[in-house]
C-alpha cells in the first residue's frame, strides 16, 4: 500500500458519497426496523395459531352437533315412514273393500235387472 492510500480508508468511488458511518447507522437502523417487523410477525402468528384452534374447535363442535342433528333426522325418517305406510295399508285396505263392495253391488244390480228383464 503507498503512502497516500493508507490515510484513504473509504473508497472514493461510493455509489451517493454518503460517509461510510453514515450508511452503517442507516443499516443498523434498517436492522432495527427488520427486527421489530419480525417480533410483529411472530406475535402475529401467535394470535393466528390460538384463532386457528377456536375455529377448529369451533368446526369439531359443528360436526358433533350436525352428527346429532342427523341422528335425530334419521329417527324422524324412520317414524314418518312407519306411520305413512300404516296409512297407506289403511287406505289400500279401505280401497280394496270399497271396490269389491262395487263389484258385488253392480253384479246384484244387473241380476236383478237380468230377471226383471226376463223373468
Not at 490515510?7 to 437502523?29: K, Y
Not at 363442535?61 to 342433528?69: I, N, P, R, S
Amino acid at each position: 500500500m503507498r503512502r497516500n492510500e493508507a490515510h484513504n480508508l473509504i473508497p472514493e468511488d461510493q455509489i451517493d458519497e454518503t460517509p461510510m458511518e453514515a450508511r452503517i447507522a442507516r443499516i443498523e437502523s434498517d436492522i432495527d426496523h427488520i427486527k421489530s417487523d419480525v417480533s410483529a410477525i411472530q406475535l402475529d402468528i401467535r394470535e393466528l395459531r390460538g384463532d386457528m384452534k377456536a375455529a377448529n374447535d369451533s368446526i369439531s363442535d359443528l360436526k358433533q352437533g350436525l352428527a346429532e342433528v342427523r341422528t335425530a333426522v334419521d329417527a324422524l325418517d324412520k317414524k314418518i315412514d312407519s306411520k305413512i305406510d300404516a296409512k297407506v295399508s289403511a287406505l289400500e285396505s279401505k280401497l280394496l273393500r270399497w271396490m269389491v263392495g262395487t263389484v258385488l253391488a253392480t253384479a246384484t244390480a244387473t241380476f236383478s235387472l237380468a230377471k226383471l228383464v226376463h223373468p
